[in-house]
């Protein structure tokens, strides 16, 4: 089976950083496309940023010029890179994958459990 970890959520001034690690591991044959999304509670989940496993990246537009989305094949993690973060960005961000487990002939999408991040005005 395969799991996603999420780490580096936490509580931040408005203005600051915060470092999002989520980290793939199982039985994982290939993984396709990253991602992290974020939720609100009773809301639906919205795509932050992706990545393609060639390094192609895909930003929300509340996320681009503050956010940077990355990834490092060799560990199967996920990083998302937050900047000048608001208390509008006050939400559950959750990673994603779409992987091809090892025996499979076809992708899964994955989900991790997901981290907070609350930004302090």
């Known amino acids: 089976q395969v799991q996603l970890v999420e780490s580096g959520g936490g509580l931040v001034q408005a203005g600051g950083s915060l470092r999002l690690s989520c980290a793939a591991s199982?039985?994982?044959?290939?993984?396709?496309?990253m991602a992290w999304y974020r939720q609100a509670p009773g809301n639906q989940r919205d795509l932050v940023a992706s990545i393609t496993s060639e390094g192609s990246t895909n930003y929300a537009e509340s996320a681009k010029g503050r956010f940077t989305i990355s990834r490092d094949n060799s560990k199967n993690t996920v990083y998302l890179e937050m900047n000048s973060l608001k208390p509008e960005d006050t939400l559950v961000y959750y990673c994603?994958?779409?992987?091809?487990?090892?025996?499979?002939?076809?992708?899964?999408?994955?989900w991790g459990k997901g981290t907070l991040v609350t930004v302090s005005s």
């Open positions: 199982g039985t994982i044959f290939r993984i396709n496309t």
């Open positions: 994603f994958a779409n992987i091809r487990v090892r025996g499979n002939f076809y992708d899964t999408n994955y």
